[in-house]
């Protein structure tokens, strides 16, 4: 019997202490510069940023201007570049004012020293680098879909809360961010995994004890 409880206790306990999963990456098709993520919220920057609040270094821009932005290859509206404009490692944090399990950004001219991180309560969740995404593709190559492409980060049944993007060079351009608002069902299902799991183990002292008598 306690070896029963035991087997019992053990996947339940695993579930509650579970470590934060990374958010599984994907790259939308070649051409794709919005998101077709269903109850998504998009950004396109053409009346302002657009988030809860939006801090540190960034522009919105048109066009293209020479060794300081460029427009992302398909799109012709206004988007975000970072940094602005500054030869020194720059960053743009963007708050969604909600948790959500869901980003996606139409990544122009992908570059090594573009980086996108994401946050929870101001701790890091993840953390990507252009290299990261599109490997030897993350060459800068303004003119191509293999360097301007659409990002998905699905973090299933994890969250965050915040969007850093830096760069330590020109620039980290990107527009149509997308973001789906987390639906909170996770926390009840945590918190009768772990009731479930203190009451198995208790059982189970309970058991070895009656097994000692």
Known sequence: ???????????????????????????????????????????DFNSGCGYASCSGDFA?????????????????SQYLTVPNPAPTTQSAIFNLGTAADYFGIFWGSIDSYNFISFYLNNSLVASYSGSDIVGQFANGNQLGYSSNRYINFDFGSESFDSVKLTSNGFAFESDNHAFKKLVSVTEPTTALLFLLGLIGLALARRQERISRQ
């Open 60 to 76: 919105l821009v048109t066009g293209n201007q020479s060794g300081k932005y460029a427009q992302p290859f398909g799109v012709n």
């Open 1 to 43: 019997m306690k070896n029963l409880f035991t087997a019992l206790l053990f996947p339940l306990l695993l579930a509650t202490c579970a470590a934060q999963a990374l958010p599984i990456v994907s790259l939308s098709n070649a051409g794709d510069v919005t998101s077709s993520v269903a109850g998504a919220t998009t950004i």
